[in-house]
């Protein structure tokens, strides 16, 4: 194929696309790792209980959907593996 990539660039292309990802993604990443602590100590967690951990309202009415979309689905996984080993 003339067209096709030289198999030193795929990595190379592999690593910026999962850099990229990393970067768009870690504002919600760091909600995500705080809704999970908040939710294992108090059971639940709302998007108000964010503000003292540093979190802006204007973050929490920006990134709280996606990221506690995430924390459901980790959640879900978490039990799944805790299931599997018990």
Sequence with gaps: ???AAPD???PKVAELIGLE?????APYQR????????????GRCEPADLLPL???RQETLDLW???H???SVELR???????RHA
Excluded: C, E, P, Q
């Design 1 to 3: 194929m003339k067209n």
């Design 8 to 10: 030193s660039l795929v």
């Design 21 to 25: 990802f990393g970067r768009k993604f």
């Design 31 to 42: 909600m995500a790792g705080a809704i999970i602590d908040l939710t294992k100590r108090k």
């Design 54 to 56: 540093g979190f802006t």
């Design 65 to 67: 959907h996606m990221a």
């Design 69 to 71: 979309a995430m924390v």
């Design 77 to 83: 996984l978490m039990a799944l593996r805790g299931n």
